[in-house]
């Protein structure tokens, strides 16, 4: 069995996207395996001490690790750079674990797209794969589309904040009719945020601030539809105004359909700021949200056809229903593959993750490998 393993592009330029290291100790022997050409600083810059590796590196060579030692050469593991990927290597492999590059991810490798597309000669190539591509390609497509995930969700009974999407194609046919669409929108909801799909971390979002007058929101759509990342469309949502407030925004880490952690966020200042791993006193809001995820996480169970999932991230905010903090008011906020982990939170251990992560591509292996 070959199994290719896709890791991240290197470079200054991707500190932001792949900012989870794991530092290299006697404790974590994969690690050691990985080419010093590989290590770095924590903070992902190259001068100095280079004592860690890169969350992707990490979990890569962690699952080489584990293989070894459960298969010794029963399965030909590659881990390959995403520049370095083709339709070759696509070809004689039997699975292709793609989790840690995507077409959103920025910069997009200027190999791997065209001047109108970023990475669309990347997503390309994985399109051709078919069922040996893991994540499966139909649900990585709606994982990147805000606007076909929250209708998704909503469909299945799962809320999401009230949300309103436009198209870079209606904005082109009725320029005028779109914002007009989204101004009585903005008015009926009061304060509204604007999120591009295919956008990334907070980048070209929309704040209440931007649309208080419609000159504003104008401004925003056309400055989002002439982005060079070139952005299919925008969704709208309704500013829940007691968002982090008297409920924290949980993410919600899972391997499988096995809750891992959670980082809480508030907007006002908490111990360790406003950001952190959940405590016991957190333990009546995880509780609530963790039932909520499990809806989120059974609703895309069909996607997988049998095999394990591997990473996903749920993040669930609250309320709805104002100053009610109740089943019926929490909301999917977001949901990720490749996510920021906040592995820092934890110290020189972080949560033993590259580890955990690696027992769970090998789960993932195993299943493809009973079907071949």
Not at 121 to 149: E, N, R, V, W
Not at 240 to 248: I, R, S
Not at 270 to 294: E, Y
Not at 322 to 328: R, W
């Amino acid at each position: 069995m070959l199994v290719i393993f896709i890791v991240g592009p290197n470079g200054k330029a991707y500190i932001d996207t792949y900012n989870d290291t794991i530092k290299v100790t006697s404790k974590r022997p994969w690690l050691a395996n990985v080419p010093k050409s590989r290590w770095l600083n924590e903070d992902g810059t190259l001068n100095g001490k280079r004592d860690h590796v890169r969350i992707d590196y990490a979990s890569a060579y962690a699952t080489r690790w584990l293989l070894e030692k459960k298969y010794k050469t029963e399965i030909d593991f590659k881990i390959v750079p995403a520049n370095m990927l083709t339709r070759a290597i696509i070809k004689k492999s039997d699975l292709v674990f793609h989790h840690w590059y995507d077409k959103l991810v920025r910069p997009p490798i200027q190999t791997m797209s065209t001047q109108a597309k970023p990475n669309s000669k990347y997503q390309k190539l994985i399109d051709s794969g078919g069922d040996k591509m893991f994540p499966p390609i139909k649900y990585q497509h709606l994982t990147y589309d805000k606007c076909a995930y929250y209708k998704f969700f909503q469909s299945r009974g799962i809320n999401t904040a009230p949300t309103v999407c436009v198209t870079r194609a209606e904005y082109n046919k009725n320029r005028a009719m779109v914002l007009n669409k989204i101004w009585r929108k903005s008015r009926e909801w009061k304060e509204m945020f604007g999120k591009p799909v295919h956008g990334t971390d907070s980048g070209d979002v929309g704040r209440p601030h931007d649309f208080v007058t419609k000159t504003g929101l104008e401004s925003y759509i056309a400055g989002v539809f002439s982005s060079k990342n070139r952005y299919p469309a925008i969704v709208f949502q309704k500013f829940m105004v007691d968002f982090e407030l008297n409920f924290p925004q949980i993410r919600l880490y899972y391997l499988g359909d096995k809750y891992q952690y959670s980082v809480v966020e508030w907007k006002t200042p908490r111990p360790n700021g406003t950001s952190r791993l959940s405590n016991i006193r957190d333990s009546r809001f995880v509780s609530k949200a963790k039932t909520f995820a499990k809806k989120v996480l059974d609703s895309v169970k069909p996607f997988y056809q049998g095999a394990p999932k591997f990473l996903t991230r749920i993040d669930v905010g609250c309320c709805i229903q104002e100053n009610k903090i109740n089943a019926d008011s929490l909301f999917l906020n977001e949901i990720e593959i490749l996510a920021g982990l906040y592995l820092f939170y934890d110290g020189v251990k972080r949560l033993n993750f590259d580890y955990k992560m690696g027992e769970q591509a090998l789960k993932v292996i195993e299943h493809f490998r009973k079907k071949i």
